[in-house]
């Protein structure tokens, strides 16, 4: 079992700038990729960002590419989402969610833990 907790959302201004952490606990966090996703109301939950086992290979959606930066911390068992010059369409409900095979993948059937979620709300 892995247990995650987001946390880092909040409101924002259209330009602004939030980084969410994702805390995980139980098995090795370190030995696993690990994705960002976000939901909006009345869409489909959607990827974000992704990070391998090691950090040294990442992967965006094209939607947040150059605005975004997923990276991790394995020593604290922590992964992190950068998000800088946010847009309202960046609104949504954000999730953390490990993947326990080996390689990263984008679509959330492929993830076997999530977080409960933290609100970013992005104002114009």
């Known amino acids: 079992q892995v247990q995650l907790v987001e946390s880092g959302g909040d409101l924002v201004q259209a330009g602004g700038s939030l980084r969410l952490s994702c805390a995980a606990s139980g098995r090795s966090f370190s030995m696993y990729p690990m994705g960002w996703f976000r939901q909006a109301p009345g869409k489909e939950r959607e990827f974000v960002a992704a990070i391998n086992w090691s950090g040294s290979a990442t992967t965006y959606a094209e939607s947040v590419k150059g605005r975004f930066t997923i990276s991790r911390d394995n020593a604290k068992n922590t992964a992190y989402l950068q998000m800088n010059s946010l847009k309202p369409e960046d609104t949504a409900v954000y999730y953390c969610?490990?993947?326990?095979?080996?390689?990263?993948?984008?679509?959330?059937?492929?993830?076997?833990?999530w977080g409960q979620g933290t609100q970013v709300t992005v104002s114009s």
């Open positions: 969610a490990v993947r326990t095979g080996g390689s990263v993948r984008t679509t959330p059937n492929d993830y076997d833990y």
